[in-house]
């Protein structure tokens, strides 16, 4: 690791402040992706500015049903909040298909949103990646891609994004607000990731003057919440393929998916065929995916899993 | 636990003695110094930034003065010689380094030192004494739930933990479901502790001693 100078921030505005004075800083709450990150040296910052404790840690029911999550609420917190668990059900289920008990208690919400992919070529110094050098090129192509994106994917990278939290939160339409010393902006979270660019290296549209404050919810949109993950061990690993699916009181349907794409993939144009046609909600969902000999079989996968997840919830309603 | 018996030599004495022996008939196999100059050594000379950082651990304060990049593994094992604590992978991917910090169980590799100030840290070494050990670490002998044991202080400090998620009644991605409260089923062991690897495999008699520990808890709560 790189030394770093190291101060424990008061307040948003002071570790904003903090940030404005040295433009490499980084912001640090739980630490668990930015550490490893920097053992690595895949990041270098000379000043890590601590807003672990800027108050920032609550979980606020606003008075119009709304709710604001602090950015530094920890991943187990926010799972195990019981308007979590009741109103928005799929958002518990997605953290707690997350990580481990231990990496829970230290992750963050706002964390959690910013987390870098979890490609090896990425981590692996040695090898090419536009994301961590950019114009380095990309190894991913042509290796070992099993975990990597099919979709939204470019000639410059194939990574995925391995947030399940933030799958729920595009389910939820849930919005990322964004504090800076001039002022506070709301983004939904739809147009919080960039997906596919020739810039992989800048993934979200924060700005380095910003800092994620609050995640806000909607308010409750009820109905039958799911969140199914596939992955390579039953527990404690990255999803390859999964759904953060709600079944709306009206009938209606919606899902985000996981694990195949640099950000959390949802097509709300095609979600009535949800209930109607579950193959040309595929299609659509799909077109343009250009998938590798060793992940073409995501498709499928989702197609089989919101296959299961519709017969799961006529189910439940029989 | 070492200063309990300094007549008795640990095993970490024996290996540290050894290995500086061998180092020492080993010189003249190093590289030649133009070899090292080459290579792509971190630039030591960086100024390294310190700071002073109070913490409680095992119910003893400490007040230590560090360099910020010190990890709260590290700051266990170098500085305090806490050696109960494992480092396996040191990228958060094993649970060895699985500690108690304020009750709650992380892992102290993912942890900076400097961001535990006042902070109240638990390891193996305040759970029990080799005379007095703690029931959860009687049943890991009891139920052979280990091989190497490399795993074990963190799998001990991460039940710890574990348990008292499950009494607070937090739910996990098996628990059916999310309002009303679950029993600590077997399953549900299994899914809590899935952030403790064990490379010896001895996942059933682990799971063993947790499963009989956590029963006979609740039959004294």
């Known amino acids: 690791m790189r030394p770093f100078n190291f101060i424990t921030a008061e307040s948003p505005q002071h570790a904003l402040s903090l940030a404005a004075e040295n433009k490499n800083a980084k912001f640090i709450a739980g630490g668990t992706n930015l550490l490893d990150l920097m053992k690595l040296e895949i990041e270098a910052p000379p000043l890590l500015v601590d807003i672990s404790k800027t108050g920032l840690d609550k979980i606020e029911k606003r008075e119009d049903g709304r709710i604001a999550i602090g950015t530094s609420v920890t991943n187990s917190a926010l799972a195990a909040d019981m308007n979590i668990r009741r109103d928005y059900p799929v958002l518990s289920r997605a953290l707690l298909a997350g990580a481990s008990g231990q990496l829970r208690n230290k992750a963050t919400t706002g964390g959690n949103l910013l987390q870098r992919t979890r490609c090896p070529y990425f981590y692996d110094t040695a090898q090419a990646c536009n994301k961590r050098l950019p114009g380095s090129g990309c190894s991913a192509k042509g290796g070992f891609s099993r975990q990597l994106a099919v979709i939204d994917v470019s000639d410059a990278c194939i990574a995925s994004f391995p947030s399940d939290m933030a799958v729920a939160l595009r389910v939820l339409d849930a919005e990322i607000e964004l504090c800076s010393l001039t002022g506070t902006r709301i983004i939904p979270i739809r147009d919080f990731y960039h997906g596919a660019t020739t810039q992989p290296h800048i993934e979200t549209v924060i700005r380095r003057d910003e800092l994620i404050t609050r995640i806000i919810l909607p308010r409750p949109i009820g109905g039958s919440h799911f969140y199914e993950k596939v992955r390579d061990r039953a527990s404690y690993a990255f999803a390859l393929v999964s759904a953060a699916m709600v079944f709306l009181p009206d009938g209606s349907a919606r899902v985000a998916l996981g694990g195949v794409a640099p950000k959390p993939w949802r097509v709300e144009s095609a979600e009535q065929l949800l209930t109607t046609d579950i193959d040309e909600y595929v299609r659509i969902a799909f077109s343009g995916a250009a998938s590798t000999h060793e992940n073409q079989f995501k498709i499928p996968l989702a197609k089989q899993i919101l296959t299961t997840l519709i017969n799961e919830h006529k189910e439940a309603m029989a | ?221």
């Open chain 2, 1 to 221: 636990m070492r200063s309990d018996q300094p007549a008795n030599p640990s095993r970490r004495d024996f290996v540290k003695s050894t290995s500086t022996a061998g180092i020492a008939a080993g010189v003249s196999t190093q590289f030649p110094s133009t070899a090292l100059a080459k290579s792509s050594l971190p630039d030591v000379r960086e100024k390294a930034f310190t700071q002073q950082v109070t913490l409680t651990i095992n119910s003893q304060k400490h007040t230590l003065e560090i360099d910020t990049r010190t990890t709260l593994l590290d700051l266990l094992r170098e500085k305090l010689t806490l050696t109960g604590t494992k480092k396996g992978c040191d990228h958060g991917q094993c649970g060895a380094c699985t500690v108690l910090v304020n009750g709650n169980r992380i892992n102290a590799c993912l942890s900076l030192a400097v961001m535990h100030d006042s902070d109240e840290i638990r390891t193996v070494e305040g759970l029990g004494t080799p005379d007095n050990l703690h029931a959860l670490q009687d049943g890991f002998v009891e139920h052979d739930s280990y091989q190497c044991g490399y795993c074990t202080s963190g799998q001990l400090c991460s039940a710890i933990g574990m348990l008292s998620e499950a009494r607070q009644g937090m739910p996990s991605h098996v628990t059916p479901d999310l309002i009303i409260p679950v029993a600590l089923s077997r399953d549900e062991i299994k899914e809590r502790m899935s952030g403790n690897l064990c490379r010896c495999g001895a996942y059933q008699n682990i799971c063993n001693a947790i499963e009989d520990y956590a029963e006979r808890d609740r039959e004294t709560v």
